[in-house]
């Protein structure tokens, strides 16, 4: 329990999420202004060790609009259910100087660059009343630099740790093993599990606000591409990329949901927190096939086991409860992305991020690099930290720099994909067996279903491996647009398992 500043009233920063932290704040038991102490004083409690920050708001800036907001709330003005509420920001999302953070996507190349302005959905959540206390590491470049290496690591940033995992990263272990946060939005993640705000905002080209928030007990919803402003944000590929909030409970996913899609306070996300499944039909995957191959997750049998079996006690539980329930359908595996012996989503995401990245730097106001291949060089010459032997690639962005990919290839991969994910996957399952949603593990290749057709994929907490503490949960897909569906399926989530527990080893250091 942090210490509340002056006579107000200390909040348990690790269960607490922005719901009820709004109640408070209503009550005059806490401060906007109060608030920002307790938050800061948890990440100067644990950041040393988790590595979940790169930057933090400026002091000065902060308590300034802290205090703002609860001169509006005190004169009767209260923008929305999240006035006042603190919240952190994926550092791949432009904040204009005047805000006090850079805009470095863990790179050192991007550390002093200056945006002209601050992405679209940064003006929304301020417009909203929220206040930003800092920026969240991630796996540099949005995981879009190097292959094979341990996730969720940035020069700018460090490697970000698990909150949950005894022990922290094994560094036997592959790179995105039981042992690992997973990323690109691992701070973003992390930082929520332990109580540095209630609730953040990252970004998942394929898999990086799911898979991290299964293994931090968190809610979140890649939403249907195109749906959230990609304004500002640093590109890997417009095609695949989408900002989703990340959040302990499904109300506060769904505010925040309504904020960065601007959505209509009449029809609100918010409007869809059923908590039942009775109107809702639904199709399973099985989670003894539907896995992450050993090369990307080192087997643990016990583990493995653990989550196979609690997913399948899961289903079974929902199975009496929904409208409709299919066991084990049969839907296209990722290896069908591929064609002519290549992996079609891989190759529109490195023809798409030198060109865009390069539009990207070359919009800014200020920066030590202005396209791809200088951000290369860069590296090259300052390898001592950005080519740490730890982290010593960058493939990724060599390939994006080299590939020649004419437009014929471009749009014939990408039909491809559509044509799998969509015509022979997510739409026939759900189609065929006259269902609304399709739920499977969320470690495991549903990510990529979801990036290859632009479907919406929601992700919620479910168990701890007891092999070391690690979360996991379970993600449900759904037609493209269907974002109240989803919205609808974590209610009653929410409603059917026990609550998400905080980290136990942050409980005792309280």
Known sequence: MTIPTKSERAVDVLTIDAQGLQKLLENGEVTSFGLIDQYLAQIEKHDGRLHAMI?????????????SLDQERAAGKVRGPLHGIPIIIKDN?????????????????????KPRRSAKIIDQ??????????????????????????NGWS??????QSAYVRGGIDPEDSHDGHSNPSGSSTGSAVGVSAGYAPFSIGTETDGSLTIPSGRAALYTIKPTIGLVSSSGIVPISSKF???????????????????????????????????????????????EIWKFPETYVKPADEAEAQM??????????????????????????????????????????????????????????????RSLAEVIDYNIKHADKELPPH??????LVSSQELDLSSEDYDRHLAHLRKVARDEGIEKVLGTYDVDVILGPTDCSLTS???????????????????NGRPFGVSAIAGRNQEALLVKVMSAWEATFPSRRPPPELIESS
């Open 93 to 113: 999302i432009a904040t204009h100087p005047a805000l006090g953070l850079p805009t470095s996507v863990g790179s050192l190349a991007l550390l002093s660059s």
């Open 155 to 160: 020069a700018v940033g460090g490697q970000t």
């Open 241 to 287: 990329d989408s900002a989703g909030p990340m959040t302990k409970s499904s109300y506060d996913l769904a505010a925040l949901l309504d904020v960065i899609t601007g959505r209509d306070p009449s029809i609100s996300y918010t409007k869809d927190l059923t908590g039942s499944w009775s109107d809702i039909s639904l199709a399973v995957l099985n989670p």
């Open 55 to 67: 930057q933090i708001t400026p002091k000065d800036l902060l308590k300034a609009a802290a205090r």
């Open 125 to 150: 959540i301020l417009a909203a009343g929220l206040i930003i206390l800092g920026k969240a590491n991630l796996a540099e470049f949005a995981n879009a630099r190097g292959s094979d290496m341990p």
């Open 391 to 396: 982290h010593s690639r960058q493939d990724t």
């Open 449 to 467: 279903m979801a990036t290859a057709g632009g479907f919406p994929l929601c992700s919620m907490p479910l168990g701890y491996l007891d092999y």
């Open 308 to 369: 196979a079996r609690e997913i399948r006690q899961a289903y079974e539980t929902i199975k009496s409860l929904a409208k409709k329930f299919v066991n084990d359908v049969d839907l296209v595996t990722d290896d069908k992305l591929n064609l002519d012996g290549e992996n079609s989503e891989w190759k529109i995401i490195l023809a798409d991020e030198r060109r865009e990245i390069n539009a990207y730097l070359q919009d800014l106001e200020e920066s030590e690099v």
